[in-house]
């Protein structure tokens, strides 16, 4: 044992390891390489910061005011400077721990037994399978990464497996479809389209608005300006890259290919391109429908209120995990 390479004995006491403690571990690590994100981070300094202003605060009214200086001082350089230093080292050790727990997860056959492995599994695919356009912010790939988790998650932990996935994702396949097409006929004949009026979520008081809480959100206007028409591209380069993380998640999943992966795939390559081509006004050929895509159970009305929702989602500030609520919910309708 003694003359045993240092992964061996590492593996060896692992697997001596009460299967509860390795999850709680492997939760832990998932949580701390979670913070290599910049929106992540910024999020958990927000909260280290007001529970250290409480902390001390409590301690000025137990030890009153004349301690003041010492006070400030003990929670200031004593408590919150050194997590919030380590916290920024996960920026380039958060990295290097995702990547080793996704190595030990692919060689497992249960990827999907929980919230954490889902979450693993997401990302290990979506850095595989896709590739966000020019036109996207450097957040859209958190966002989706983090819709496609919550989704199949859903599916897994609530019963359906992958049947859910593949419900969800030719329905998202669906609302592509229907954008882009809007799309290109706007470019040619100037028509729009505009989110129903009940395209809000249980959860939310209010119907779904635009992303600056006038009304329903246009999800597409040929006649608006350039910014907000790249808002609408943006969900739109979301929503196919969403949609290919899960066909590739279906397919993990099943341990099989399916047949209607390919055109799926092709259909948000092209529509992430053609986002490319309208948002950054390049030459390029009009849209033309992917053929072979598998169809959904959908109507108009239920389309047009995922996709209001997922403009919603993606033009909030992250992480919005209410509106992402609202999103996965109504896709599950």
Not at 8 to 18: E, N
Not at 87 to 99: D, F, I, N
Not at 149 to 166: C, K, N, P, W
Request: glycine share 8%.
């Amino acid at each position: 044992m003694l003359g045993s390479p240092a992964s061996s004995l590492r593996q060896c006491v692992w697997y001596h390891i009460p299967a509860d403690v390795q999850g709680r571990a492997v939760s832990l690590r998932y949580a701390l390489s979670r913070l290599s994100r910049p929106a992540a981070r910024r999020a958990f300094g927000r909260g280290w910061l007001g529970a250290c202003l409480a902390g001390a605060l409590v301690s000025l009214w137990i030890f009153g005011r004349d301690h003041l200086f010492f006070i400030t001082a003990i929670w200031l350089l004593c408590v919150f400077a050194p997590v919030r230093i380590a916290v920024e080292v996960l920026e380039t050790r958060g990295p290097r721990m995702r990547r080793e727990l996704q190595r030990a997860l692919l060689a497992r056959p249960n990827r999907y037994t929980t919230r954490d492995d889902v979450g693993l599994m997401v990302e290990t695919l979506f850095a595989r399978e896709v590739r966000l356009p020019r036109l996207a912010l450097p957040d859209l790939d958190a966002k989706v990464i983090d819709a496609a988790a919550r989704v199949s998650d859903r599916a897994f932990r609530g019963g359906e497996g992958s049947a859910g996935i593949l419900r969800a994702l030719t329905t998202c396949s669906a609302v592509l479809q229907r954008w882009v097409g809007v799309i290109a006929a706007g470019e040619m004949t100037g028509s729009g389209w505009t989110a129903p009026l009940a395209a809000g979520s249980p959860d939310l008081t209010e119907p779904a608005a635009a992303p600056n809480g006038a009304g329903p959100p246009a999800l597409w206007d040929p006649s608006a300006s350039v910014q907000d028409q790249w808002v609408s591209l943006r969900a739109v380069a979301g929503l196919a890259a969403l949609t290919k993380t899960l066909t590739a998640v279906y397919e993990d999943s099943t341990d099989a290919p399916w047949a209607g992966g390919g055109p799926l795939r092709a259909l948000a390559e092209a529509a992430m391109d053609y986002a490319d081509q309208v948002g950054l006004r390049l030459d390029g050929p009009a849209w033309e429908d992917i053929q072979g895509v598998p169809p959904a159970a959908a109507g108009l009305d239920l389309l047009g209120r995922l996709a209001a929702a997922w403009l919603t989602f993606c033009a909030a500030p992250p992480p919005a995990p209410r509106r992402l609520r609202a999103f996965v919910e109504l896709l599950a309708c």
